[in-house]
């Protein structure tokens, strides 16, 4: 089964610095996708980015960006330029590429509290 | 991206009582998906609902508990039966599937005293 790691429960950036959050997932498949999502205080679930393991370049929106290193299994979230906005739980997420029923699921990590300072 | 519309968005219930969330999307999709989120934690899916089946349900969740109807393509419910404390969580809906991204819905927060 597949599993998806969040090892840093809180971590806190200065306003307009640069922030990392680790992410890392156990899987067998060679083909998937793995997904950001922030969840502010609203409780509503938005996606950050997303990036399908086929592709090499890792995927980019705005001010976040993604390192995604296939082989060790890992998938870092980048903040730049951070805002207080951007504070939130951030999820790093896994769906299998494979479809039907319940392969179609999103298994998410614990979540990564960030706390921007003002 | 489709817009999923949750009903309600909050309830404080009875401990005992059933309460039906439902979860209604502006556009046709095969496959609909429920989640729970307990306090301060992530989420778990409950179940997948797909349109004219049965509801798929993850370990832990059982039918009896968390009956799902899916009558068409656009809409679902998720009845939390005979709550108790334990069921306070908040209840998400989600639809998207393959190459698209999971959208949800905005959440029913549920309380029970």
């Known amino acids: ?118 | 991206s489709a817009v999923i519309s949750q009903k309600p968005s909050r309830d404080i219930c009875q401990r005992g009582t059933s309460l039906t969330i439902q979860c209604q999307v502006d556009s046709q999709v095969t496959m609909m998906f429920w989640y729970r989120q307990q306090p301060g934690q992530s989420l778990t899916l409950i179940a997948t609902a797909n349109q004219g089946s049965e509801a798929t349900y993850e370990s832990g969740f059982v039918i009896d508990k968390f009956p799902i109807s899916r009558p068409n393509l656009t809409f679902s419910t998720l009845t939390v039966s005979n709550m108790s404390p334990e069921d306070s969580s908040i209840y998400l809906c989600s639809v998207g599937t393959g190459e698209q991204p999971q959208h949800f819905g905005d959440g029913t927060r549920l309380s029970i005293l």
């Not at chain 1, 502010?40 to 393991?53: C, D, F, G, H, K």
Request: charged fraction near 20%.
């Open chain 1, 1 to 118: 089964a597949q599993t998806v790691t969040q090892s840093q429960p809180e971590m806190s950036v200065q306003e307009a610095e640069t922030v990392t959050l680790s992410c890392t997932y156990d899987t067998s498949e060679s083909d998937y996708y793995l997904f950001w999502y922030k969840q502010p205080p609203s409780r509503q679930m938005i996606l950050v980015i997303r990036q399908e393991a086929y592709k090499q370049q890792n995927a980019t929106e705005n001010r976040f960006s993604v390192n995604f290193q296939k082989a060790a299994k890992s998938f870092s979230l980048k903040i730049s330029d951070s805002q207080l906005g951007d504070a939130a739980m951030y999820f790093c997420a896994y769906r299998s590429a494979f479809l039907g029923g319940r392969d179609d699921k999103i298994i998410f990590g614990k979540g990564t509290r960030l706390h921007i300072l003002p």
